[in-house]
């Protein structure tokens, strides 16, 4: 079972000056998920190596099991300081392809021909793909075998337009990822903010906020 996780390599949160990247509970608990099932995992981004972590989800009230598994894991620290260069990567070989958050994702995967072809391949071999938080701004361009985007008619979920206006930042992001979802067709569902929420449409998993970063792994596995 070998699965692709793909993290951003964006780090500057639009014209604050402040950094962002990937969050952490969104990477950490998806792939000891998946790292406890026996999966093998290979990780990419956009620029290869390290990409860059929010430091917001560094902070003591963001830390969770998962995240403190992973600060005492060597292997894993190496693994994610090493990430392939995603323009090297292709489909072939992996059985499912997964997307952290953070907000960095806003900017760099949601416009990435390389993170678009991969989507693609995967839906049109039928093979699950999942995001989540603001991940699913990576369906902004991908399209489905019918040329409509990829998640019309789609039941899917994602950080949502009232999460974004508690973390002031909804002038600051270039696309809300709820309106996006629902500008491209999806049937857009929420529960409630902070709380964890995950829906499976086919093979196309989504999940609302970091809260969900764990179920959503584990609705992915279920389906491999």
């Known amino acids: 079972m070998n699965i692709l996780m793909v993290l951003t390599s964006h780090d500057q949160l639009g014209d604050t000056g402040k950094k962002t990247g990937f969050w952490l509970e969104e990477f950490a608990a998806p792939y000891y998920v998946f790292k406890d099932a026996g999966a093998e995992i290979t990780l990419a981004s956009p620029k290869g190596g390290q990409p860059p972590?929010?430091?917001?989800?560094?902070?003591?009230?963001?830390?969770?099991?998962?995240?403190?598994?992973?600060k005492g894991d060597e292997d894993a620290q190496k693994a994610l300081a090493s990430t392939k260069v995603l323009s090297t990567v292709s489909a072939d070989g992996f059985d499912a392809i997964f997307y952290p958050g953070g907000h960095g994702p806003l900017w760099d995967l949601a416009e990435d021909g390389d993170s678009k072809t991969l989507i693609e391949t995967f839906a049109a071999s039928d093979r699950p793909i999942g995001a989540v938080c603001h991940a699913p701004a990576v369906f902004r361009h991908p399209k489905g075998a019918d040329g409509k985007p990829l998640v019309a008619g789609r039941t899917v979920t994602g950080f949502t337009n009232s999460e974004e206006e508690g973390v002031g930042l909804t002038e600051v992001v270039p696309f809300l990822v709820e309106d996006m979802l629902v500008a491209n067709g999806g049937d857009y569902q929420k529960g409630a903010d902070w709380g964890s929420f995950v829906v499976t449409d086919g093979k196309?998993?989504?999940?609302?906020?970091?809260?969900?970063?764990?179920?959503?792994?584990?609705?992915?596995?279920?389906?491999?």
Do not use: I
């Not at 972590?53 to 992973?70: I, W």
């Open 53 to 70: 972590l929010d430091p917001s989800s560094d902070a003591e009230d963001a830390q969770t099991e998962a995240t403190k598994r992973f």
């Open 204 to 224: 196309l998993v989504t999940g609302q906020n970091p809260a969900s970063s764990e179920e959503a792994a584990r609705k992915l596995l279920s389906l491999l």
